[in-house]
């Protein structure tokens, strides 16, 4: 009876081990038989990698776009306030010159009062 428990033991192990085997390789034939048959799908229909690089352009040119979007708004404002600053500087102009009239008309004030 030993010898037949023993016997049953190992041949229990070794069937588990088979079947344990089985199923390890059974995963590594379908990882490879997927990526296999993934190749060969991509080579006959490369319109779903084209599609991932149409996306891929899609999103770069949405980047592009708001980052000219950002650039845009970005110049109109820096001519705002260059514009705002020739005002400035025109009306400083103008205050000048009406300074110096005033200034000359004081002189000639106080010339003729003399």
Request: aromatic content about 6%; glycine content about 2%; proline content about 1%.
């Amino acid at each position: 009876m030993n010898r037949y428990s023993t016997a049953l033991l190992f041949s229990t192990l070794m069937m588990t081990t088979l079947a344990r085997a089985d199923a390890l390789d059974g995963l590594f034939d379908n990882s490879i038989v997927g990526s296999i048959s993934q190749a060969i799908n991509d080579a006959y229909n490369p319109n779903d990698s084209r599609n991932n690089d149409d996306d891929d352009r899609r999103w770069d040119d949405e980047d592009r776009q708001q980052s000219s979007d950002a650039r845009q708004r970005y110049e109109d404002r820096r001519r705002q306030l260059e514009d705002r600053r020739r005002q400035l500087d025109e009306q400083q102009r103008q205050l000048d010159e009406q300074r110096r009239q005033l200034e000359d008309d004081e002189r000639r004030l106080d010339d003729e009062y003399r």
